[in-house]
């Protein structure tokens, strides 16, 4: 599986394409993850067959029903965020001025313990609840991967002070669900630089292991 890394929107949004044999899945949906998508398959052809949101907050669901539209993909989302899926306008209070969110309604509702065939993988769902009530991570064993979303940062932890935010819940399932994965997974967050279990284990003073 190649892992392409897309930089998106006006907060510095990783953005995520999963690819493998013609096929691919799509982490997360920033402004801007559609033109970064589409200068892909300029060269890269490739059938789109999921989106999966690691969370409700504007700068990861922006551009999810553009995808939706245009290419009758399936977005994936768990139901806790979904006040924030269909109704964005709610977080105006804190995204960027001016900037276009569109309303999403997922196709595919994701709880903790899922397992979704995607790409000849197993992507098992973990929810994180504490950044967002609907926090999810995805994780491909067989590819030592782990998408965070928001939920674990290199050497950090998601923000807990926002609408919906729960710190001390957020680090109970990351201890809980996060942390229980071997060392040699690798992490890819929603912002900044990859990490590994093993590294954050050693090293991230949020969590108290």
Known sequence: MRIVHFICGPIANNCYLAVR????VLVDAPIGSM????KFTETSANELRGLLLTHGHWDHMAEAALFQKKYSVPVYANEGDL??????DAMRSYSVP???????R???????GDKLQLLGSEWIVRSVAGHTPGG??????????LFSGDSL???TVGRSDLPGGNGELLIEQLLERVMSLPDWVNVL???GHTTTIGEERRHNGHLKL
Do not use: Q, T, W
């Not at 044999?21 to 691919?24: I, N, P």
């Open 83 to 88: 006040p924030m899926l269909l109704n964005p």
């Open 98 to 104: 001016a900037v276009e969110i569109l309303p999403c």
């Open 189 to 191: 967050p929603g912002h």
């Open 153 to 155: 940062f290199r050497g």
């Open 21 to 24: 044999d013609g096929e691919s």
């Open 106 to 112: 997922p196709d595919v509702a994701v709880c903790d």
């Open 136 to 145: 999810v991570v995805y994780g491909v064993e067989d590819e030592k991967l």
């Open 35 to 38: 033109a970064s998508y589409e």
